[in-house]
């Protein structure tokens, strides 16, 4: 699946590129120039870099604390 249609890089490619060390937007942007155009693919790029430094949230992460 295409993440960013601007620099045609797919979710399999981004990931890839996390796991690597890239786990940042500046990081990716830079290696990239994903992000960098339109800017229309960041919120998917935020979900994919939550998702790779942290594959298993606690869903008590959550919960409010008093
Ligand atoms: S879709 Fe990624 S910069 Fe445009």
Known sequence: MIVC???GLT??????????????????????????????????LARLLAEELDPFPDPRDDLPTN
Request: net charge negative; proline share 3%; with cysteine.
């Open 5 to 7: 249609e601007c620099k």
């Open 11 to 44: 979710e399999v490619g981004i990931r890839n590129l996390i796991r690597e060390g890239w786990n940042s937007m500046p990081l990716l942007e830079a290696a990239t120039g994903v992000g960098g155009d339109c800017g229309g693919c960041w919120q998917e």
